[in-house]
């Protein structure tokens, strides 16, 4: 290393740092100088670099290059006997630097396709620079490594064989920006760029990357020197955009910076490229904390060993005056005021890069050589397609970093750190993000200061927001104001619907058949399955009530039979009482199927019965209360009805026809469309009520001769209202009839009011009292005479009141 400092100390008017002579050219791009605006000529013309502004880090980066090259010459170990040369230029104009570049891929002032004075190139920083001079070098398959052009265009192996970088493209940045982004729940951001390749390609990468995300670019907007910033910063205001990612280079960065703090815009936060958040001058500038926090993403600094001692042995030395004549344009700095600890002090980012770049083209032309051992294979003749072959294949350990490129020739190594500039005026690392092996990203936010009206805030808590809109709470869908959609308004789902704030935040998704939710739901809940079990209380009392009316039907059929002859018993029906009991009995079967969970046997069997035995009892006290108006109000005035209705049996015909014409009814309606089990989804959010299905139109008939019979027994025992009191079946008939049909506007009330699991416990019943009317207000009382006033339970006794009726009506 000794050598290497006393050789770069040495001043020799024959020299320049710009050139050295060796074996091999390694040619060098270098913005040392930076033309803001294209400036117009009258005729083609050089440009005078050194008449434009002047860039410190790049100088460091160029003497970086310069110590690399003195550092691989003196090494035993890479290219032994081997001595590297180069050539450098200034390449400070954007797209008017040709003359150096022509210089360096041509010999003896012609270009040649088998013969070029370089065997690589080192640079140059700006993608617009790389796309500006890259097809020259692209031609004749001479190694491009550059160290800052961050373009994604140069991933491309047809438009740019022979270029690599030793810095991550664009795209990566950008991922890290969104990450950061995301990590703090910023979601309304706005993005300035540079109106060039680097800046206009981040911008397409930014919008590609949150694509898919909840992150919204509210403004964007292209700066160059002539931007009208005042304006730039009243759309950012007038949006409420807190979050302001920059990515440009450092020239328009400070013209920006120095805006804000000018126009007093306060408590942003600012998320800088890898290209500026190093940046040693603007942490330090009075205000910089008013404008808010500064967050960046930056090159890991890598501290190259004997740099700064190569710096401060040659500013040690003699400077050696600039000569008033140069080799050749664009290579002259007029730096000699500069001092060592400028030079070491300037920003440090992208040395790396530069450092690694040297050394992969010199490792490639190590291979190519066939070096080893001590000594290199002189004779071989190296051709730049040779050296960019085994660039392609780079495998070697440089400051323990493993120096690979991938397929398209970007860096299979580095990662990049987080930092936020400190109120000490230093960026501080407060993050990280690993590419290799594994990815993996962190930020400790702890270590953040936020700045609020340019004051230090420590809390957590108190981290900046940036939202266009607040986000939506559980259960509320997101509807969109505008064209972004991080912009919208709050509206609960209502209740039946739910909303996956995950797959869809914008819709209600209506819930399953079988499902319910509450208003504002994020899931929906399986409903509750309703009937009406055995054990149920009102169940039990029901079913005990049906088997008491058997058994009391089958007592008072014993009581009849013994007292069949009696006068109560003859007037009460005779046999017919019988045929009345026993379809009570059988009518009393249906309240069994009520209860449990329905089958098609249980529907069937819950109308069938009460249907075909009703009918029948209806149609014995119809016959019943005919044949009482008969005896006592018809025989006298029509003897030829009462003669043949005794006849022919009229009572047991018409019984007999009403029996077949329900059962016939019912079995044609039951077969072609008989009640099945069915879930009441309607009537309750959160149940299902189970039950039977009963077409109306097919069940019409039986209800509607139910209803016919009804009509005709109430309109003949109403004719018998005035017989006599003791003898009176015609009054106990239309009393048991208005029991019957209040009881069925009872149930058809609470039928349309409620709709609950207990409607089908209401319904069986009133299907048991429609039993009991008859059995407890028609035959009851005749039980009662027969056992305890059997005074009137004689023929005397009837008789005379016939007899007593007979006078009142003469």
């Known amino acids: 290393m000794g050598s290497v400092l006393h050789t770069a100390a040495q001043c020799d008017l024959s020299t320049s740092e710009f050139t050295r002579q060796g074996d091999y050219l390694i040619g060098g791009l270098f913005d040392l100088y930076h033309v803001g605006s294209p400036i117009p000529h009258h005729r083609p013309e050089a440009i005078d670099c050194t008449s434009q502004s002047f860039l410190l880090p790049n100088y460091r980066r160029f003497q970086l290059m310069r110590f690399s090259m003195e550092e691989i010459n003196n090494s035993s170990d890479l290219l032994p006997g081997v001595s590297l040369g180069y050539e450098i230029f200034d390449i400070c104009s954007d797209l008017q630097s040709f003359p150096g570049v022509l210089k360096q891929i041509s010999v003896n002032g012609s270009s040649s396709a088998s013969q070029s004075k370089v065997i690589g190139v080192v640079g140059p920083f700006s993608s617009t620079q790389a796309l500006t001079v890259a097809p020259l070098f692209m031609v004749d398959f001479i190694s491009m490594v550059s160290y800052g052009a961050s373009s994604s265009v140069f991933s491309s192996n047809e438009n740019f064989p022979s270029f690599l970088r030793t810095v991550h493209p664009n795209k990566e940045v950008i991922n890290v920006i969104i990450r950061i982004l995301q990590h703090f729940n910023w979601r309304w951001a706005a993005f300035l760029n540079s109106d060039n390749d680097f800046g206009i390609d981040g911008r397409n990468l930014f919008i590609q990357g949150i694509k898919d995300t909840d992150i919204c670019l509210a403004y964007t907007e292209n700066l160059n020197m002539l931007t009208d910033f005042t304006q730039t910063f009243q759309q950012i205001n007038l949006q409420k955009i807190n979050v302001i990612i920059v990515f440009a280079p450092k020239m328009f960065v400070e013209a920006l910076i120095n805006s804000a703090i000018k126009l007093n815009i306060s408590d942003k936060v600012w998320i800088a490229d890898d290209g500026w958040s190093l940046n040693k001058n603007l942490p330090k500038k009075e205000g910089i904390r008013r404008i808010g926090t500064v967050i960046g993403v930056s090159q890991p600094v890598v501290t190259i060993p004997a740099f700064d001692d190569f710096i401060f042995s040659s500013k040690s030395q003699k400077q050696c005056e600039e000569r008033e004549e140069q080799p050749f344009c664009n290579q002259a700095c007029k730096c000699g005021y500069l001092s060592a600890e400028e030079i070491t002090s300037a920003d440090p980012t992208f040395s790396f890069p530069v450092y690694s770049a040297v050394y992969a083209i010199a490792h490639a032309l190590h291979k190519v050589l066939q070096c080893g051992a001590g000594s290199c294979n002189r004779s071989v003749t190296v051709h730049p397609h040779m050296v960019l072959a085994e660039l392609k294949k780079s495998n070697f350990t440089l400051l323990n970093t493993t120096i690979r490129f991938n397929e398209y020739g970007d860096p299979k190594f580095g990662s990049y750190s987080i930092v936020f500039w400190n109120d000490k005026g230093f960026p501080e690392e407060v993050g990280f993000f690993h590419y290799f092996p594994a990815t993996k990203f962190y930020i400790n936010g702890t270590k953040i200061q936020w700045f609020q009206n340019g004051e230090v805030t420590l ?217 099945l089990p069915y879930s009441n989804f309607l009537s309750y959010p959160d149940k299902i009520i189970l039950g039977c299905d009963v077409n109306l139109n097919m069940a019409s008939t039986s209800f509607f001769l139910l209803l016919l019979l009804c009509i005709l027994c109430f309109t003949f025992s109403y004719m018998g209202k005035d017989l006599p009191k003791n003898y009176n079946e015609a009054k106990a008939i239309t009393f048991c009839l208005l029991l019957l049909i209040l009881t069925w506007i009872i149930f058809a009330t609470a039928f349309m009011l409620y709709h609950g699991k207990y409607i089908h416990t209401l319904n069986a019943l009133a299907v048991l009292s429609s039993a009991y009317c008859f059995l407890l207000w028609y035959f009851l009382p005749k039980c009662y005479i027969i056992i305890f006033q059997p005074h009137k339970n004689t023929q005397k006794y009837f008789q005379g009141l016939i007899q007593d009726y007979t006078k009142t009506i003469s």
């Open 459 to 675: 809390s957590v808590l108190q981290v900046p927001t940036s939202l266009c809109s607040t986000e939506c709470l559980e259960g509320y869908i997101k509807k969109l104001n505008g064209i972004h959609k991080c912009c919208f308004t709050c509206e609960v789902c209502p209740m039946g619907t739910f909303v996956n704030s995950t797959a869809d935040p914008y819709s209600c998704l209506p819930c399953e058949k079988h499902q319910w939710s509450t208003a504002g739901s994020t899931s929906c809940l399986p409903r509750t399955v309703e009937w009406v079990p055995f054990t149920d209380p009102a169940a039990v009392v029901i079913l005990a009530g049906a088997c008491l009316l058997v058994a009391l039907t089958a007592a008072m059929c014993v009581l009849f039979a013994v007292n069949y002859n009696t006068p109560v018993v003859r007037s009460a029906g005779g046999p017919m009482c019988f045929l009345i009991l026993g379809c009570l009995s059988l009518c009393s079967i249906s309240v069994f199927f009520y209860f449990e969970r329905p089958t098609e046997a249980f529907c069937i069997l819950r109308f069938m019965p009460f249907l075909l035995f009703y009918a029948v009892c209806l149609a014995c006290f119809a016959v019943r209360s005919f044949q009482i108006v008969i005896i006592f109000k018809i025989a006298a005035k029509f003897p030829r009805v009462h003669s043949w209705w005794m006849k022919y049996h009229g009572q047991w015909l018409v019984i007999s026809m009403t029996f077949v014409l329900q059962a016939v009814v019912i079995v044609i309606g039951f077969s072609s469309d008989p009640p």
